[in-house]
């Protein structure tokens, strides 16, 4: 069992289509982080999110953390080919060291011209 | 360079081999963190240092994982008796700081090195 289930696994969307993906739990998170990864590299890290109900926005991204501290969401608005990648959500476990990180098991998002 | 780095970048072995994988971090990085990343899913942690000692290692599969950080800046992940469900990428990352409290660090994620155990 994922202890972060992430929705959609996948997702084919056209350039300029809107999008949101899902990272929920039944576990509460101290922080709740969302990474971006490209095919033979690390994952690089978007944004921290570490109070309930906070939404971050960077540029066209925006990212909410629940009110709970349970479930994170990440929104892009007009897609771009550009934005193609495997996207992750990770969070360190309320109780557990801060230093260790749960991931989802992702969403691979492409974006078509 | 700059950012993390892991050697071999590739990694061929036949099953019950031993193997040595080594992360180089950003320098000056306290923290140091070791993930395993199976085709198709997100990274599963391993193991974390802080210095020299490892903070946390409650991820590592088994007995048969190992990893030192000596001088609390070069790590080496060691796999014993290597089987087929080794196979996959182990990530590094760093952190200039440790995590604590209502705060984060960053970890900066190396390449992988990707193990193959025949």
């Known amino acids: 069992t994922q202890l972060l289930e992430q929705s959609p696994q996948f997702l084919s969307i056209q350039e300029g289509e809107n999008l949101t993906v899902y990272c929920n739990s039944s576990?509460?998170?101290?922080?709740l982080q969302w990474y971006r990864q490209e095919p033979g590299e690390g994952p690089v890290l978007l944004v921290t999110v570490v109070t309930g109900g906070e939404v971050k926005k960077l540029k066209r991204l925006t990212f909410q953390f629940g009110d709970a501290r349970k479930d994170s969401s990440l929104h892009i608005t007009a897609a771009q080919p550009g934005d193609t990648g495997l996207y992750l959500c990770?969070?360190?476990?309320?109780?557990?060291?801060?230093?260790?990180?749960?991931f989802g098991q992702g969403t691979i998002l492409t974006v078509h011209p | 360079g700059a950012g993390v780095s892991q050697t071999p970048s590739n990694k061929v072995t036949e099953k019950g081999k031993y193997v040595e994988l080594r992360c180089d971090p950003i320098s000056g990085h306290t923290a140091l963190y070791w993930y395993r990343q199976s085709l198709g899913q997100g990274p599963e942690f391993l193991i974390y240092f802080q210095g020299t000692g490892a903070a946390d290692d409650s991820g590592l599969p088994n007995d048969r994982f190992f990893a030192v950080r000596p001088e609390g800046s070069v790590s080496t992940l060691k796999i014993q008796r290597t089987e087929r469900g080794d196979s996959a990428v182990y990530l590094c990352?760093?952190?200039?700081?440790?995590?604590?409290?209502?705060?984060?660090?960053?970890?900066?994620f190396g390449p992988g090195t990707r193990l193959t155990v025949l």
């Open positions: 576990s509460v998170f101290s922080s």
């Open positions: 990770a969070g360190a476990l309320q109780g557990t060291s801060y230093g260790k990180l749960t």
């Open positions: 990352a760093s952190s200039l700081g440790v995590p604590g409290e209502g705060t984060t660090d960053t970890q900066y």
